[in-house]
C-alpha cells in the first residue's frame, strides 16, 4: 500500500469521495476507518439507512463478488466483514429507533439435532453478517424445539439449517413439517446445507434454498430477503 | 549355446490361459510390508517440540469431551474435569498411552483373512462414507443400496483391499434407523474381510458388534478376547469430542475391539494454518482420547489417525493429497513413533472425477502413507471430490496404484543371481537378454504388470479406439461384477444374522425422529 493512502483525512473528503474511501477501507477490513466514516456521514446529516445501504452494504457486495470469483481469501473476507460490523454497531441504535429496516435481513442458523459440525455453518454466518445480515447462531444440535423458540423471539426472514452427517441431514425434513403445519413457512424462507446435501434433498424436503457454499448461500439469502420484501410490499 | 527352455509343453494355445481368463490378474493375499526408512521432516528436536506442545494442549488447554460418562471416567483416573473440559498432566497421559500395543491383529469371520495393524504393515481399505457414488455410464447420483453393495464386490474383489472401512457408498435409499442393520449384513455376507462399526449411537455399534460376533460364530467370551472388528472416531476440531463417538469407542474398548482416533484437523479453518500446528493439536485430540480407552480397558489397541489437511483459503473447501499434506502424514508418523502408536492415514483427493488431478493427488496421499510409516491405509480406493462421491471407475484405478505400491514394497533381491553376472558375460556386447535362459527363467514375475495402464505406443492405442484411463477402469469394473463371487458363509450364520436383523428392525433399530 501507497504510504499516502495512511495520510488521508476522511474529514477533509467531500461526500462522494468519502464514499468511495469507505468502500476501498471495507475492502482492505479497515474497522477504525469504517467506525470514523460512519461517524462523520452522520454527523453531516446522512440517514442511518443510506449509510447503511451505499456505504456499508454495497461495500460488502464488491467483496462478496471478490470473495465468489475466487480473488478474495476467507480471513480476507472475514476482516471486511468486521469493518461492516463496526460501522453497523453504530448505525443499529439509530435504525432500531427508526421504521428503517436494521440490516439486509434477519438469519437464525443452526446445526440440526444429532450433529455437531459447525465449521461449514460458522462460516456460512459470517459471510451472511459481513453482507450485512442480523444472524442469530444457535450454534449446534438444535431440536425442532430450539427452532421454534428462536423464530419466535427473532422473527427472522430466514432460517438457515446445516448438517454434516447422512444420518442427521433428515431431521430437517422434520423442522420444516413442523414449520408447515403451524403456518410459520409462509412468513419464513428455509435455507439448508452441508457437506452431504444436494439440491434434490432440498427440493424433496420442500426447503427454499439449498446453498452448496458460503458465497452461494449470501447470493440465495439476499434473493429470498429481496422475495420477502417484494412480498411484504405487494401484501401492502 | 544350451537349450533354452521354458519348462514343457503347456498345450499349445488352447492351453494358455492369458488369453482368455478374469478381468485382472490379480496378486497374492497377503499384508504388505514397508521396510523402508520413513522421511522425517522434523529433527529430533522438532518431535520433542511438538510433544511438548500437545502435552501442554491436553495440561494447559484441555479438550472437551462431550459425554458426561467418559468426562468422569477420566475424572476418576485423576484428571482436572471442568465442565466438560478435561486437563491431564503429561506424566499421566504417557503411562496410559504406553498400554496401547504397537502392533496388533484383526481377525474377520474368515480367519485367512486376519490383518497386522502396527510395526512395518500396511493394510488398504475401501473409500467409506460418502454420500453420493458415480460411474460413466450413469453419472453422479446419491448412494443407494445397489451401488454400496457393487463397492463390497469390489472389495471382496481385490486382493490389494484388506479390509472392508465404512460404507463405501451411504445407501440413502434406507431409512437411516435400520440403514445399519442391512448394510452390516451386507458387508458380512458379501466379503469375509474385517470389517468396521459406526459410532453414530449406541444401536449401531452394538448391532454392529453383536452381527460380527455371529458372523464369525463366537461365543460373547470369544469375541471380547481378541480384536474382530474396529471403529473409527473422529473428534471435532478443534479439542472436542462429540458423545455418540465417545460412546462407542467406550462401548467397543469394554468389549475388547479396537479404535482409530482420527481428528480432523484441517488447518487455516479447524487448526493452525501451519501445519506443525496442526499435526500438534491433532496428536493432542487423538491422545486423549486413546487415553480414554487405555483408562477403560488397558491394552485395548488403539490406532493414532492423521487426516491433517490443508484448506483452500479462497473459499474454506478442503484440499487433499497436497505438499502440505503429505508433510503432516509424514510428521504424523514421527509422533506415531514417538508414541510407539501405530498410524492410520488416507487416500484422498479433492478431484471432482477420475481425472489427472484425481490421480495425483492420490498418489501424492499414497506416497505419504509410504513414506510416512502408516499402518492403516483409510479411503484407500475408489474417493472423490473430498470425500463426498465414490466412483466406480477411480476404485478401479485406485486399485491399479495399491498394486504398484505393494509390489514396490517388496524386498529387492541382490544375490549373485539377481546381479546376473552370468548372463552379462553370456549376452555380452553385441546380444540381446530377450532370450536368455536368465530373462527365460524369469519372465513372467520380473516386474509387475499393470492391468489398466496402457503401454502401447501411440499407432496401436489409437487404432484400439484411443481409450483413456477411466474408459478402462469402465470395462474393468463391469467384468469384475460378472466374476465376483461371494465368500462361503454358514447357512445356519447367514439365518442367524437376517433373523437379528429382522428382530433389531421390528425393535426399531437404532430411534430417529423421522
Not at chain 2, 25 to 34: E, H, V
Not at chain 2, 60 to 81: D, H, Q, S, V
Not at chain 2, 440 to 450: C, H, L, M, V, W
Not at chain 2, 478 to 506: G, H, M, N, Q
Amino acid at each position: 500500500m501507497p504510504d499516502n493512502e495512511d495520510t488521508i483525512i476522511l474529514e477533509d473528503l467531500n461526500d462522494g469521495d468519502l464514499v468511495e474511501q469507505m468502500h476501498d477501507d471495507i475492502y482492505d477490513g479497515l474497522v477504525d476507518e469504517i467506525e470514523q466514516g460512519t461517524k462523520i456521514l452522520l454527523n453531516r446529516g446522512w440517514d442511518a439507512n443510506n449509510v447503511l445501504t451505499e456505504v456499508l452494504v454495497e461495500g460488502m457486495r464488491v467483496v462478496g463478488v471478490d470473495f465468489r470469483d475466487g480473488i478474495l481469501f476467507v480471513p480476507e473476507v472475514l476482516l471486511s466483514a468486521n469493518a461492516m460490523k463496526g460501522g453497523m454497531g453504530l448505525l443499529r441504535p439509530i435504525l432500531a429507533q427508526s421504521d428503517n429496516i436494521a440490516s439486509t435481513g434477519k438469519y437464525v442458523i443452526g446445526t440440526v439435532k444429532g450433529d455437531i459440525h459447525d465449521i461449514g455453518k460458522n462460516l456460512v454466518g459470517m459471510m451472511l453478517e459481513g453482507a450485512g445480515f442480523e444472524v442469530v447462531d444457535l450454534g449446534i444440535n438444535n431440536s425442532v424445539e430450539d427452532y421454534l423458540h428462536a423464530i419466535d423471539k427473532h422473527q427472522p426472514h430466514i432460517l438457515g439449517m446445516s448438517a454434516l452427517l447422512t444420518t442427521t441431514m433428515p431431521y430437517m425434513k422434520v423442522v420444516i413439517e413442523e414449520l408447515d403445519k403451524r403456518g410459520i413457512l409462509k412468513q419464513l424462507h428455509v435455507m439448508v446445507g452441508g457437506a452431504p446435501l444436494n439440491q434434490e434433498f432440498a427440493d424433496a424436503i420442500n426447503s427454499d434454498a439449498y446453498g452448496r457454499d458460503a458465497a452461494v448461500s449470501v447470493e440465495l439469502a439476499k434473493a429470498l430477503v429481496g422475495k420477502t420484501q417484494g412480498r411484504v410490499l405487494e401484501a401492502m | 549355446m544350451a537349450r533354452l527352455s521354458r519348462g514343457g509343453r503347456s498345450g499349445g494355445r488352447a492351453g494358455n490361459a492369458r488369453r482368455s481368463g478374469p478381468a485382472i490378474k490379480q496378486m497374492d493375499w497377503g499384508i504388505p510390508l514397508n521396510s523402508d526408512m520413513p522421511t522425517t521432516p522434523l529433527p529430533p528436536e522438532g518431535v520433542e517440540a511438538m510433544h511438548d506442545g500437545a502435552m501442554r494442549i491436553l495440561e494447559e488447554i484441555g479438550i472437551e469431551f462431550l459425554n458426561e460418562e467418559a468426562a468422569l471416567i477420566l475424572k476418576k483416573a485423576g484428571c482436572t474435569l471442568n465442565d466438560t473440559n478435561v486437563r491431564m498432566d503429561r506424566e499421566f497421559v504417557m503411562e496410559k498411552v504406553a498400554l496401547a500395543p504397537s502392533q496388533f491383529k484383526i481377525t474377520p469371520r474368515n480367519p485367512d483373512k486376519e490383518i497386522i495393524i502396527g510395526g512395518g504393515h500396511m493394510v488398504f481399505g475401501n473409500v467409506s462414507s460418502p454420500p453420493n457414488c458415480s460411474d460413466l455410464d450413469r453419472g453422479r447420483r446419491p448412494g443407494d443400496r445397489a451401488a454400496f453393495q457393487d463397492f463390497l464386490k469390489f472389495t471382496q474383489y481385490f486382493n490389494c483391499i484388506h479390509f472392508a472401512a465404512g460404507y463405501p457408498v451411504e445407501p440413502l435409499d434406507i431409512h437411516a434407523s435400520v440403514r445399519h442393520l442391512d448394510c452390516l449384513y451386507d458387508k458380512l455376507t458379501l466379503t469375509d474381510k474385517v470389517t468396521h462399526g459406526y459410532c453414530l449411537g449406541s444401536e449401531r455399534i452394538e448391532d454392529a458388534m453383536e452381527m460380527v460376533r455371529i458372523a464369525a460364530g463366537l461365543s460373547d467370551e470369544e469375541f471380547a478376547q481378541s480384536p474382530r472388528m474396529y471403529t473409527n472416531i473422529n473428534s471435532s476440531s478443534p479439542l472436542k469430542h462429540d458423545w455418540p463417538m465417545l460412546d462407542g469407542l467406550m462401548r467397543m474398548t469394554r468389549r475388547g475391539q479396537p479404535t482409530i482416533v482420527t481428528p480432523f484437523t484441517l488447518a487455516g479453518a479447524m487448526a493452525p494454518i501451519t501445519m506443525a500446528g496442526a499435526v500438534m493439536q491433532s496428536v493432542a485430540e487423538a491422545l486423549a482420547a486413546i487415553v480414554l480407552v487405555q483408562c477403560i480397558r488397558p491394552g485395548t489397541p488403539t490406532v493414532i489417525g492423521s487426516f491433517t489437511s490443508n484448506v483452500d483459503m479462497k473459499t474454506g473447501a478442503p484440499a487433499f493429497g497436497t505438499p502440505d499434506y503429505v508433510r503432516a502424514t509424514q510428521m504424523a508418523g514421527q509422533m506415531a513413533r514417538f508414541y510407539d502408536l501405530p498410524l492410520r492415514s488416507a487416500n484422498a483427493n479433492a478431484a471432482n472425477c477420475p481425472d489427472s488431478q484425481s490421480a495425483w493427488e492420490s498418489m501424492n496421499s499414497l506416497w505419504a502413507a509410504v513414506t510416512s510409516g502408516t499402518n492403516v491405509v483409510y479411503h484407500a480406493a475408489g474417493w472423490l471430490e473430498g470425500g463426498l462421491c465414490a466412483s466406480y471407475e477411480k476404485f478401479i484405478m485406485d486399485c491399479e496404484t495399491l498394486q504398484q505400491m505393494i509390489a514396490y514394497m517388496k524386498p529387492v533381491p541382490c544375490s549373485p543371481d539377481d546381479l546376473a553376472f552370468d548372463a552379462i558375460k553370456e549376452v555380452g556386447p553385441d546380444g540381446h537378454f530377450f532370450g536368455v535362459q536368465h530373462t527365460q527363467d524369469r519372465y513372467e514375475k520380473a516386474f509387475y504388470n499393470p492391468f489398466i495402464s496402457d503401454w502401447s505406443n501411440f499407432e496401436n492405442w489409437e487404432d484400439g479406439g484411443s481409450v483413456q484411463t477411466p474408459q478402462r477402469a469402465n470395462k474393468i469394473w463391469k467384468k469384475i461384477l460378472e466374476e465376483y463371487e461371494a465368500p462361503t458363509i454358514d447357512e445356519a450364520i447367514k439365518e442367524e444374522l437376517a433373523d437379528f436383523v429382522a428382530r433389531r428392525k421390528s425393535e426399531g433399530g437404532a430411534p430417529t425422529d423421522f
